[in-house]
């Protein structure tokens, strides 16, 4: 069985940092890309970053560009995203997805149950 | 960046009803077009991954069509753990986007 447990959430004051955590089991890790989703108070989901099986290609969400980074430790299974400078606006729950296949163009297929980030400024 | 938007934003509709909701790319996306169904304090779910492709345990009353830029979600007969908000994602290019969500309720 799939699953994804994110952890690392909390409340943190506004230019503070937060480093989330995904651990993965179920699947064979290294072998699917994975992504941060996020979804802020009424709002709706918006997609925050993603990365490669191996790690070489990362991407961002225009609004979290140059302070967040995804990384990856596919020999203990987790995905990570460091969170610095963090503003009021990037409260929200976080979840990490796991993509439907390797390629280039995926769909998230399943999702952890997210951790709640509140940036109090 | 590509804009996905939903319509409507929201419906009510009965146990039984047919319920179809719409999602349109601001640029064509061929059928890089997924459907999530998310329910209060829930993950979201994929439902529907390359545009008309069920995903596994899905139900039939579930389906998507469309390419390019225009699609959508149909639910045959909707059923009482049906009512959730529903998002359009498009995997055409980073970054990935969601459509702004549509509320399904109940009437």
């Known amino acids: 069985e799939v699953q994804l447990v994110e952890s690392g959430g909390g409340l943190v004051q506004s230019g503070g940092s937060l480093r989330l955590s995904c651990a993965a089991s179920?699947?064979?890790?290294?072998?699917?890309?994975m992504n941060w989703v996020r979804r802020a108070p009424g709002k709706g989901l918006e997609w925050v970053s993603g990365?490669?099986?191996?790690?070489?290609?990362?991407d961002y969400a225009d609004s979290v560009q140059g302070r967040f980074t995804i990384s990856r430790d596919n020999s203990n299974n987790t995905l990570y995203l460091q969170m610095n400078s963090l503003r009021a606006e990037d409260t929200a729950i976080y979840y990490c997805?796991?993509?439907?296949?390797?390629?280039?163009?995926?769909?998230?297929?399943?999702w952890g149950q997210g951790t709640l980030v509140t940036v109090s400024s | 960046d590509i804009q996905m938007t939903q319509s409507p934003s929201s419906v009510s509709a009965s146990v039984g009803d047919r319920v179809t909701i719409t999602c349109r790319a601001s640029?064509?996306?061929?059928?890089?077009l997924a459907w999530y169904q998310q329910k209060p304090g829930k993950a979201p779910k994929l439902l529907i991954y390359?545009?008309?492709s069920l995903q596994s345990g899905v139900p039939s009353r579930f389906s998507g069509s469309g390419s390019g830029t225009d699609f959508t979600l149909t639910i045959s007969s909707l059923q009482p753990e049906d009512f959730a908000t529903y998002y359009c994602?498009?995997?055409?290019?980073?970054?990935?986007?969601f459509g702004q969500g549509t509320k399904v309720e109940i009437k």
């Open positions: 390359a545009a008309s």
């Open positions: 997805a796991k993509a439907n296949d390797a390629s280039g163009k995926n769909f998230f297929d399943y």
């Open positions: 990365i490669t099986t191996a790690g070489l290609n990362r």
């Open positions: 994602q498009q995997a055409n290019s980073f970054p990935r986007t």
């Open positions: 640029q064509g996306i061929r059928s890089w």
């Open positions: 179920g699947f064979t890790f290294g072998n699917y890309g």
